[in-house]
Nanobody, 126 residues
């Protein structure tokens, strides 16, 4: 059974940092592209970052220079390092997996991904 489990969320002050982890099981991570999405209350789900199975990374404009996505295929983990967090980063963060080889055309579209985690809450407040 394919499963994605997010962890690492929490409450952090503006300017602080968090690292989210997505742990995959039931499938071989090497073949999959992984994306991080977030959804704030009353807003649509938004693509935040993605990493292809070739290691290419993708970011939405608002997080460029602050967030870094990486993967550890050996340990079946994907990470989202978030620095200089802002109140507008507050959301539930989800990881998602798609069987996509190479370049992820339209990486921020939720429909590109077949498997989703349950999400982890991130709150940025003083």
């Amino acid at each position: 059974q394919m499963q994605l489990v997010e962890s690492g969320g929490g409450l952090v002050q503006p300017g602080g940092s968090l690292t989210l982890t997505c742990t995959a099981s039931g499938f071989t991570l090497d073949f999959y592209a992984i994306a991080w999405f977030r959804q704030a209350p009353g807003k649509e789900r938004e693509g935040v970052a993605a990493i292809g199975n070739d290691g290419t990374t993708y970011y939405t404009e608002s997080v460029k220079g602050r967030f870094t996505v990486s993967r550890d295929n050996t340990n079946q983990m994907i990470f989202l390092q978030m620095n200089n967090l802002k109140p507008e980063d507050t959301a539930v963060y989800y990881c998602a997996a798609g069987l996509i080889h190479g370049v992820i055309v339209g990486w921020a579209r939720p429909r590109k991904y077949d498997y989703w985690g349950q999400g982890t809450d991130v709150t940025v407040a003083s």
